[in-house]
């Protein structure tokens, strides 16, 4: 069984950072490219940040760019979302996704064939 578990989500204040976690098992990853979505409050879900398990391969949402770094640990089959400079506009539940990527973006949502339960990101002004 596949599963997906997002950590590190809070409350911040605008300015400061946070770095979300997920923690991948239940198969193997190697093929797959990882995600991070986020769905702020009456807003449909979009894409953050988008990384291949086995190559080095990153994208960002024009909104991550310059602020967000996506990495991943292959040892700990982790993906992590580092989010400085954080807006109250960033305010969202983030959610990490998991799936066998071919598209260039990687942002397609009916790409990711595996999510997690997601982790709540509040940014104060």
């Known amino acids: 069984q596949v599963r997906l578990l997002e950590s590190g989500g809070g409350l911040v204040q605008a300015g400061g950072s946070l770095r979300l976690s997920c923690a991948a098992s239940?198969?193997?990853?190697?093929?797959?490219?990882m995600g991070w979505f986020r769905q702020a409050p009456g807003k449909e879900r979009e894409f953050v940040a988008a990384i291949k398990w086995s190559l080095s391969n990153t994208r960002y949402a024009d909104s991550a760019k310059g602020r967000f770094m996506i990495s991943r640990d292959n040892a700990k089959f982790t993906v992590y979302l580092q989010m400085n400079s954080l807006k109250p506009e960033d305010t969202a539940v983030y959610y990490c996704a998991a799936g066998s990527v071919t598209s260039a973006t990687m942002k397609g949502e009916y790409e990711y064939d595996y999510w997690g339960q997601g982790t709540q990101v509040t940014v104060s002004s």
């Open positions: 239940g198969r193997t990853f190697s093929n797959y490219a």
